[in-house]
């Protein structure tokens, strides 16, 4: 997930990829946990099946907040990210803004599955499509945090 910290790293960066690499593994269980739940059969037991899926993706939204308050933070990773190198502010930017819409997405979630929980069986489909799709959405802004790492820390600075 994110790359070992490279000797040339200042204090403040090296702890905030540590930072930053501590709440993306809470994400990662938690993330893992709401899939487990989502997989598991629920046909004659829907209700239950929502109440399980509804505790894991309480536990991965409150995973997910810490995370971005972690990196969006005043020291946090996106902050150190962009200290030498204003060329990754762009990408930062549309990073932080996806975490903040997934963030969002996952709230409303939360919606559909007490509806579930409340006996709704169509929600149970939402549920399904909708998380499915934040899953991916996380997994693809956990990937670009590493790429952003992986070029900010480990690569030279372009020239041109």
């Known amino acids: 997930m994110v790359t070992r910290a490279s000797p040339s790293l200042t204090s403040g960066q090296e702890s ?18 709401l899939y487990t739940a989502l997989r598991r059969p629920q046909p004659a037991r829907e209700r239950q099946w929502a109440e399980l899926v509804g505790r894991e993706l309480a536990a991965a939204l409150s995973a997910l907040r810490d995370h971005r308050l972690e990196v969006e933070g ?9 200290l ?25 979630l ?28 996380l997994r693809d802004i956990l990937n670009k945090e590493a790429d952003l790492i992986y070029e900010r ?3 030279p600075a372009a020239l041109d």
């Open 74 to 82: 005043r020291e946090g990773l996106y902050a150190e990210l962009m």
């Open 110 to 137: 939360q919606i559909e599955v007490a509806r579930a929980e409340a006996g709704d069986l169509q929600a149970i489909g939402v549920v399904r499509a909708d998380a499915e799709r934040i899953l991916l959405s």
């Open 153 to 155: 820390f480990n690569q």
């Open 16 to 33: 905030a990829v540590k930072a930053s690499e501590r709440t993306q593994n809470a994400l990662l269980k938690a993330q893992e946990h």
């Open 84 to 108: 030498d190198a204003p060329w990754v502010a762009p990408r930062i930017r549309q990073v932080a803004s996806q975490l903040s819409r997934l963030e969002a997405d996952a709230i409303d």
